[in-house]
């Protein structure tokens, strides 16, 4: 039995945060033991493009942990996608998170990538040896009309050269489960990593869940009512109810896990304690 992957992910500092700050939260992710760490690529790829890789390589020389960097479709050219290729190989990235990324109000994308699966076609012509990882979403994309569909959209991702998926966050066990026996039904085979996101304020589950359109289960909107206005409480229960997810995902044999640390390293921390043991190499 092959234990299964553990992975983190970080975003770049905010626009207002200077960008040091990535090193406070790699120091604080000390003695979790992740497969490897992925970095998201700015919102709308509208900021600094070269931010993802200068942290992509941190993190792989300063701190010698595998790194896979995310890149977004909607606002490249295949010029931006050479350049961050480059950037990406001089980091030594372990692979790339293709992405299509949202439209920003008021700014027209390229019109060169209109799909991540486009946007992994071209890399997989141009970087025959990168690996591709994508993203895919248990309770369906929002802009799909259904699950099916979508899932027959993960296909067209998985041809293009996608070998890893990693999936967007979801609260209950069984939606991910559903997910994935119409995934494996419909031949697709690649390892699927579980995105775990730790509950830990009122205000952020809300937005992210409403921004991605999934599901609050009614064991985290309990978690939420009861202790929603008392932050250390609330956070204590997040880390609860995601070990506990976990360790049910890890029992049915999931290929992995994705923590989402939102740069907040007392999560993955605590969650790791809880969990380490699950991912021992047998
Ligand atoms: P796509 O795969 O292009 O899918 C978008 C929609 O189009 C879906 O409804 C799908 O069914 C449909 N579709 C897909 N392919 C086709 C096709 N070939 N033909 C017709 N329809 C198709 N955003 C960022 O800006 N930066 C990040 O770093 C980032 N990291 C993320 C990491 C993960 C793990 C996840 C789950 C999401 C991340 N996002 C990030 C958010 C992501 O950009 C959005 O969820 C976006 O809305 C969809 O991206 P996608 O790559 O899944 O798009």
């Not at 992975?7 to 120091?27: A, Q, R």
């Not at 033991?33 to 993190?59: C, E, K, M, W």
């Not at 099916?148 to 890893?164: C, F, M, Q, S, W």
């Not at 049910?248 to 992995?256: C, E, F, P, S, T």
Request: glycine fraction near 8%; hydrophobic fraction near 40%; charge should be negative.
């Amino acid at each position: 039995m092959h234990s299964p992957i553990f992975s983190l992910e970080v975003f770049p500092p905010k626009s207002h945060t200077p960008v040091g700050t990535i090193y406070d939260t790699l120091d604080g992710l000390g003695g979790v033991d992740p497969d490897f760490i992925s970095v998201t690529y700015g919102h709308g790829a509208l900021q600094d493009r070269s931010l993802t890789a200068r942290i992509a390589n941190t993190i792989r020389h300063d701190y010698q942990i595998p790194v896979v960097a995310h890149l977004t479709a909607l606002y490249s050219d295949k010029k931006i996608i050479d350049e961050a290729l480059g950037m990406f190989h001089q980091a030594g990235v372990s692979g790339v998170l293709v992405l299509r990324g949202d439209p920003v109000e008021g700014h027209a994308p390229c019109g060169v990538f209109e799909h991540s699966s486009d946007l992994a076609a071209y890399i997989h012509e141009v970087d025959p040896k990168m690996k591709i990882f994508g993203a895919c979403y248990p309770e369906c994309h929002l802009e799909a009309s259904c699950l099916e569909v979508d899932v027959d959209n993960l296909a067209k991702k998985v041809d293009a050269g996608v070998t890893h998926l990693i999936t967007q966050l979801f609260y209950n066990n069984d939606d991910f489960y559903r997910f994935l026996d119409l995934v494996r039904s419909k031949g697709i085979d690649v390892p699927i990593e579980a995105g775990i996101m730790p509950a830990r304020s009122a205000k952020s589950i809300n937005s992210m869940t409403a921004r991605n359109g999934c599901k609050i289960s009614p064991e985290v909107r309990a978690i939420v009512e009861r202790w929603g206005d008392d932050p250390s409480s609330l956070l204590q229960a997040g880390i609860v109810y995601a070990s506990e997810q976990i360790v049910d995902l890890v029992a049915h044999g999931v290929d992995g896990i994705h923590l989402y640390t939102m740069n907040r390293p007392v999560l993955a921390r605590r969650i790791w304690a809880n969990v380490e043991s699950l991912f021992a190499v047998n």
